[in-house]
């Protein structure tokens, strides 16, 4: 804690939350870039040739999270539906249909 004169006064844990870790972060890469110089070129060639892969992955998880939505929200019709209602339904759709003994 520091003095009332400082003008800044904590009486919580005062982390740093994202811009800390976000901070630290970018001091360890800056540190590993200096220990190891092959590293920084390796991971701007790493980025560059997975670029063109994450550009084609983009529709594929669009349409996988389209999928996902859609079946989502059916599954909670289906359960906003009660099983009596879909029965009721079910059996008088039948009863209109022709029957090919019948006909």
């Given at each position: 804690?520091?003095?009332?004169?400082d003008g800044y006064l904590s009486d919580h844990d005062d982390t740093g939350g994202f811009w800390g870790v976000l901070?630290?972060?970018g001091v360890?890469?800056?540190q590993a870039f200096v220990l190891l110089p092959g590293l920084l070129p390796t991971l701007l060639l790493a980025g560059?040739?997975?670029?063109?892969?994450?550009?084609?992955?983009?529709p594929l998880l669009l349409g996988w999270g389209l999928?996902?939505?859609?079946?989502?929200v059916a599954r909670v019709i289906a359960r906003a539906v009660p099983r009596s209602d879909r029965a009721?339904?079910?059996?008088?759709s039948a009863a209109c249909a022709p029957d090919?003994?019948?006909?």
């Open positions: 804690m520091t003095t009332e004169r901070a630290g972060s360890f890469l800056t560059v040739l997975a670029a063109p892969l994450l550009v084609l992955a983009i999928l996902t939505l859609a079946r989502t009721m339904a079910r059996t008088d090919a003994a019948h006909v």
